[in-house]
């Protein structure tokens, strides 16, 4: 199939875009740079100018035989505290830009899938979901919650699948906040965010690791599949418990702690909300209807392959080495 991915330079569309083409499938690429262009055909893709928040340059940058969509582009906030106006860029980048990839795109187009996250649909009581839980977005996936709405309602409209694959949080060697748990992990400057007035409230969280997650998107376009699904790995988790254990595969400094009250005045309600707020899901439908199996079952071994990879391209090397304060200090500038 010939599959359009935008946000083909970021954690996982790169990875679409290198397990697709790995795979047969004809891959095009939206990118805004030479930068992007080099990421692309070096994962076996082709390149396309453009911005989704520039409706004039998708009329260009999507060809006419598209089968399938992956709108995979996001303004994630890379600073420590997030500003209203960058999550709201988020926002633009994930509703606008899902809007303006539609308009643009030509007939015939059989799927269209949408990254949202698991956490749209936490419950109030921290208790278990699956994809037919009610949703609580907040602040932070407020836009996701929409553009997910906005997808069905335009695949009912326009006659196409829409796929709505939910993510647990991602780690892999390469993401941004991976690199920045790991300098802080080794710095001692990493607390376990919990509830309660004392911080001692341990939430479950759900995460995957991000080549899984890609994986799970290349089983739902050759499944052609349609509908909401989890993907998550095998084992909810702890704060406590996976940053104690990315500590121990570091061996740094045993993490401290801080309440989430607390924490909100230095990385922000949605930060502090995110690592307090229980998000336990499952993957059982995944599995069932996509054949889909995590390589990295549970943190442990995802963690693993983390330092691993570190060690092997020296990047664990590098981030012991670096001072302290030159590692704060470049926080805001760890790419993605």
């Known amino acids: ?59 260009h940058a999507i060809p006419d035989d598209i089968d399938v969509l992956v709108h995979a582009a996001t303004a994630i906030p890379g600073s420590t505290k997030p500003t209203d106006e960058e999550w709201a860029r988020n926002d633009r ?73 939910r993510c647990g949080w991602f780690y892999a060697p390469d993401t941004r906040d991976t690199k920045l748990w790991g300098e802080r992990l080794l710095d001692g400057d990493l607390p376990i965010v919990g509830g309660g007035i004392l911080g001692r409230k341990d939430a479950a969280l759900s995460f995957v690791h991000a080549d899984d997650a890609a994986a799970a998107f290349v089983e739902a376009v050759e499944n052609e599949a349609s509908g909401i699904y989890h993907v998550v790995d095998d084992e909810p ?46 993957n059982e439908k995944t599995k069932r209807e996509l054949g889909w199996e995590p390589e990295y079952a549970t943190y442990r071994e995802g963690l693993q392959q983390v330092v691993e990879a570190w060690e092997s391209d020296g990047t664990l090397a590098e981030l012991e080495s670096e001072p302290a304060a030159n590692s704060r200090d470049a926080r805001h500038n760890v790419s993605t």
């Open 237 to 282: 988790v702890t704060g406590a418990a996976f940053f104690g254990t990315f500590s121990e595969r570091l061996d740094a400094p045993e993490p401290s702690r801080i309440p989430a009250w607390m924490a909100r005045f230095f990385v922000g309600k949605v930060g502090a909300d995110m690592l307090s707020s229980p998000m336990p899901t499952t």
């Open 1 to 59: 199939m010939k599959v359009y991915v935008t946000g083909s330079t970021g954690i996982l569309g790169r990875r679409l875009v290198d397990y697709l083409s790995d795979r047969g499938h004809d891959i095009v690429g939206l990118v805004r740079d030479e930068d992007g262009t080099q990421v692309v055909e070096s994962r076996g893709g082709t390149p396309r100018y453009g911005d989704v928040l520039d409706p004039k340059t998708l009329t």
């Open 93 to 165: 980048v994930r509703l606008d830009g899902m809007r303006n990839l539609l308009d643009a795109a030509p007939d015939g187009v059989k799927q269209v899938l949408f990254p949202s996250v698991v956490w749209v649909a936490r419950q109030p009581d921290g208790s278990r979901f699956d994809e037919t839980a009610e949703r609580h977005p907040d602040r932070g996936t407020q836009s996701a919650a929409t553009t997910e709405d906005l997808l069905r309602e335009r695949a009912t409209a326009d006659d196409f699948d829409a796929t709505i694959l």
